[in-house]
């Protein structure tokens, strides 16, 4: 089992677990599948993800999921939005002046385009007035049910 501190070593892939997404993947340590569900990024390393044991660098519920299971150990645990990417948040979409947005260099205003606010939080553009901007502050994910097909291949104490 691996405990608080240890360093878990997992092979993951997640998927949405609800509404009319279910089933898409939306990450993996996987090449393969990353290229048959259409998110494989070429500037990225499909390999093993390392994580430490309860510091919070992945989402609460696989976390927990790697609590429980010894090395060798492949589940699927189903994880509720209050322990993968927070429930959905309305006040975490702003509305900003679109003369504000386009005055900065990096931003063309378009929806579904990304930007940075101030307090460094991302968020992307849902909609576009002719005098206002919509920003959605939410993960993407926020509000939905995920399931990670988890496979722990070692854990080890650091130190």
Request: hydrophobic fraction near 40%.
């Amino acid at each position: 089992m691996a405990s608080k501190g240890d360093i878990a070593v997992v092979h993951f892939t997640g998927r949405i677990a609800g509404g009319e997404d279910a089933g898409a993947v939306f990450d993996t340590t996987d090449v393969d599948v990353a290229m048959e569900s259409s998110i494989y990024h070429g500037h990225r390393d499909y390999k093993p993800l390392e994580f430490r044991v309860g510091d919070r660098n992945v989402v609460p519920g696989l976390d927990d999921a790697v609590r429980e299971m010894a090395v060798g150990d492949e589940r699927t645990v189903t994880v509720a939005p209050e322990r993968a990417f927070g429930e959905r948040d309305e006040e975490k979409v702003v509305e900003f002046p679109r003369a504000d947005l386009e005055d900065r260099s990096d931003v063309t205003a378009q929806t579904g385009e990304l930007v940075r606010a101030e307090t460094g939080e991302t968020g992307w553009i849902v909609a576009v007035g002719d005098e206002s901007v919509t920003v959605d502050f939410n993960h993407e994910l926020a509000g939905l049910p995920v399931e990670f097909d988890v496979k722990l291949l070692n854990r080890y104490e650091d130190g």
